[in-house]
């Protein structure tokens, strides 16, 4: 079992930053990756970004691409998401995951955190 604490969310204006931070323990040497998701309100849960815990290769969705950076510390049990140049699309409820494998679809994601809110306003 993991567990996933993630924090820093909150209210910025269009074109701020916000950095999410997703604390894990656990049983975490069993994951070998870890992602970032979002969910708006009345849409379905999409993928923004993943990271592999062991060699660090990331990816990400289209739409985050060149604005957010995924990041982990591996001492830290702890992965961040710098999420620059915000805009009002991507306010949403943020969760963190962990997978067992290197995986985009939230199906293949075993652990989630509870979400923290962004919300950019215009």
């Known amino acids: 079992q993991v567990q996933l604490v993630e924090s820093g969310g909150g209210l910025v204006q269009a074109g701020g930053s916000l950095r999410l931070s997703c604390a894990a323990s656990g049983r975490i040497f069993s994951r070998y990756a870890m992602g970032w998701f979002r969910q708006a309100p009345g849409k379905e849960r999409e993928f923004v970004a993943a990271?592999?815990?062991?060699?660090?290769?990331?990816y990400y969705a289209d739409s985050v691409k060149g604005r957010f950076t995924i990041s982990r510390d591996n001492a830290k049990n702890t992965v961040y998401l710098q999420m620059n140049s915000l805009k009002p699309e991507d306010t949403a409820v943020y969760y963190c995951?962990?997978?067992?494998?290197?995986?985009?679809?939230?199906?293949?994601?075993?652990?989630w955190g509870q979400g923290t809110q962004v919300t950019v306003s215009s």
């Open positions: 990271i592999s815990w062991t060699d660090g290769r990331t």
């Open positions: 995951a962990a997978a067992g494998l290197w995986a985009v679809s939230g199906t293949e994601y075993r652990d």
